[in-house]
């Protein structure tokens, strides 16, 4: 059964990096029915996606982040990875890994979760 | 940006009765294939999300047949036949024709 595991700081200071990596197990990270992605949810339970990759590199970018985010993937240790630069306070979130399964060449809904991570933003 | 909203945001709801969620997304979210890129999904209380629909229509797998859902286009329902003490928590519909967003979410409670 595919599972996802997120691991990173859980604490980053105001105008930093932030950076978390998801591990897969129970599937393949290089099985060609999954985009690997990153949603987070505020503490007021919005729910925002940031991006999506698929194995072979390419990205999915949420247009309100983009110019933040880095995506990566490393299929030798089953790992994809979020750095969100320039944090605020307005990034402090729940931060969840999904699979995100693909139609038409791009994600279209998420199924697993990550248990996620809260990640605060504060000095 | 496609804005999706859903209504109501609170759903008190008597054990055994049906229970109903709309999400109303800004355009179209109906993929020239025909494919309505709508899914939802269930947050129970200390837990991640959980997908019960997927493509508007399709039930996930394990997700109890008291769950439906339907629509298309703009317009979309989230169905629980006969409510459960199990089904509580936050729903969210997320589209993913364009850019993906999620609804701002329904609480459902039990009366």
């Known amino acids: 059964q595919l599972q996802l595991l997120e691991s990173g700081p859980r604490l980053v200071k105001p105008s930093e990096t932030l950076s978390l990596t998801c591990t897969v197990s129970?599937?393949?990270?290089?099985?060609?029915?999954?985009?690997w992605g990153w949603v987070r949810q505020s503490p007021g339970k919005e729910v925002e996606w940031i991006g999506s990759?698929?194995?072979?590199?390419?990205?999915y970018d949420n247009p309100s982040l983009k110019s933040r985010v880095t995506l990566s993937i490393d299929t030798s240790k089953s790992q994809f990875s979020l750095t969100l630069t320039s944090v605020t306070t307005a990034d402090t979130a729940i931060y969840y890994c999904?699979?995100?399964?693909?139609?038409?060449?791009?994600?279209?809904?998420?199924?697993?979760w990550g248990q996620g991570t809260l990640v605060v933003v504060s000095s | 940006e496609i804005v999706m909203t859903q209504s109501p945001l609170s759903l008190p709801v008597t054990p055994g009765e049906p229970a109903s969620i709309s999400c109303r997304s800004s355009?179209?979210?109906?993929?020239?294939?025909?494919?309505?890129?709508l899914a939802w999904y269930l947050q129970k209380p200390g837990q991640s999300p959980q997908l019960l629909i997927y493509?508007?229509?399709n039930r996930a797998s394990g997700v109890p047949d008291r769950f439906s859902g339907s629509g298309s286009g703009t317009d979309f329902t989230l169905r629980i036949s006969s409510v459960e003490a199990d089904d509580v928590g936050i729903y969210y519909c997320?589209?993913?024709?364009?850019?993906?967003?999620f609804g701002q979410g329904t609480r459902l409670e039990i009366k």
């Open positions: 129970g599937d393949p990270i290089t099985n060609t029915i999954f985009y």
């Open positions: 990759i698929y194995f072979t590199g390419t990205t």
């Open positions: 999904v699979g995100g399964r693909g139609i038409g060449a791009r994600p279209r809904y998420f199924d697993p």
């Open positions: 355009q179209s979210v109906q993929h020239t294939n025909g494919y309505n890129y």
């Open positions: 493509l508007g229509s």
């Open positions: 997320m589209q993913a024709l364009q850019a993906i967003t």
